[in-house]
């Protein structure tokens, strides 16, 4: 059965470096998402993708983030100066039509 | 913005009862989705409901789309010690982002 999935599984990063977090979609999914799970808490939207370009971001995407699909199977998810708050499990979902299947996710740790 | 409550936040049941638990919103949302997330995992979709109304199962599963849009349920019968875990519920809008709420906590005991 197709799935998502990321890579790494976990990332252990210091304040102020950048991350990159790899996601491989489903491959007749045209709609890419990333989501942010603080640890106990609900999970949380980021952005939407679609085109090759942002369809809608939350509040928490601000400039410190940006998404790339850099080709036909890879969407990346990239925090360019890592703050303490960023630590969070990041989980990549995509969707065909109606349901969205999420990939197993990145536990980031900034230290 | 939009939220949703769901609950309640945890449950401690006997294994072989049965479970209910459930969202509402005060906004209308065009499909509810339950998840299942297991510690270090990614959520799990249990059932997709797209029509107001709509009753489905998933083998001891049961959820239903509330006739208003703004509220679902989820049922389990007949609990196992493998259905725990933390139960998500999420409205979809018609962009595809996913507003989940706070998750219920399920534990079994054998």
């Known amino acids: 059965e197709p799935e998502v999935t990321q890579t790494p599984s976990h990332q252990v990063t210091q304040m102020g470096q950048e991350v990159i977090l790899r996601c491989v979609p489903i491959s007749n999914h045209l709609y890419f998402y990333w989501y942010r799970q603080i640890l106990g808490q609900k999970v949380e939207f980021l952005v939407s993708?679609?085109?090759?370009?942002?369809?809608?971001k939350s509040e928490i995407f601000d400039d410190q983030f940006s998404v790339e699909r850099p080709d036909g199977s890879n969407f990346t998810l990239k925090i360019r100066s890592t703050k303490l708050e960023d630590s969070a499990m990041y989980f990549c979902?995509?969707?065909?039509?109606?349901?969205?299947?999420f990939g197993p996710g990145t536990r980031l740790t900034v230290l | 913005g939009q939220q949703l409550n769901q609950s309640p936040q945890s449950m401690f049941i006997q294994e072989g009862e049965d479970v209910s638990m459930n969202c509402t919103s005060s906004s209308i949302f065009n499909t509810w989705l339950w998840y299942k997330q297991d510690p270090g995992e990614g959520p799990v979709l249990l059932i997709a409901l797209y029509k107001a109304g709509e009753l489905t199962s998933n083998g001891r599963l049961t959820a239903q789309f509330g006739i208003t849009r703004k509220d679902s349920f989820l049922n389990i019968s007949a609990s196992i010690p493998s259905d725990v875990g933390i139960y998500f519920c999420a409205g979809q809008l018609l962009t595809g982002k996913l507003i989940f709420g706070q998750g219920t906590t399920l534990q079994v005991k054998p």
């Open positions: 993708f679609y085109n090759n370009e942002i369809s809608e």
């Open positions: 979902a995509s969707i065909a039509l109606y349901e969205q299947f």
